[in-house]
């Protein structure tokens, strides 16, 4: 049985967003990338990775894709990434991988040993992660942004399994947190203020992270470290367009 993949790729700002202004393109997603839109380098990965299919693209403007000659249907996309995931879980349902349109370097081993190390977990959503060291041993110089928990220090990677149905509960959250990002109250009355606590005086660890999300949601959620530092590299800025040309010459 083949594994549906949604591709986030919605851009509010559309044709006006500084990466796209910067590529000259219609939307962020046909940015150029050594010389390829960087939404075709990640749906031909897509497509060469054993088992995944059939993939779906989530995008305010699906003509700004007419070009590309892939396999993929496109779906609506909501205010935020929360909301374009929930809209694709109604209409596609669990399981369903989840990456996105800028994230270029993505490679099928990647993908690979993160569901299989997902499946293991025995998890209703799984979160890939890269730990600090490992990026900064195959990136070396970069700078990542890292969420400081107090067993780790790690960057997403754009990777993300929702295993079963009940993972869903999760993206409801996710919601919740992200209509309220202004509101912090609000965001410390969902979580929990003793969570919120921790995390300031850096006293939050991860299963204690994962155990609230939980008894919040009744999903349970693994972070899933993956062995390839470049797995956290996107492109969300210019010196990030920078830095990926820069290691995917290094790979050729």
Known sequence: MSLPVLVLAGSRDGAEDPLARLGRVAHKALLPVAGRPMIDRVLETLSTTTGLG????????????????????????????????????????????????????????????????????????AVGIALRPVIERDVKGTKRTYIPLSDMKFSGCNLFLLRTPRGGAVVELWQRLERDRKHPLKMARTLGFGILLRALFRRLDSATLTSRIQALTGARVSLVPIAHGRAAVDVDKPQDLVLVEKLLAEAS
Do not use: M, N
């Open 54 to 125: 059939p993939a779906y693209v989530s995008i305010e403007t699906p003509e700004a894709l007419d070009s590309l000659d892939r396999a993929f249907t496109c779906v609506p996309t909501a205010r935020g990434p929360s909301g374009s995931v929930a809209l694709a879980l109604d209409r596609i349902g669990a399981p369903l991988l989840i990456t996105t349109a800028d994230h270029p370097l993505l490679q099928p081993l990647w993908i690979t040993e993160f569901l299989r190390d997902a499946e293991a977990s025995g998890c209703d959503l």
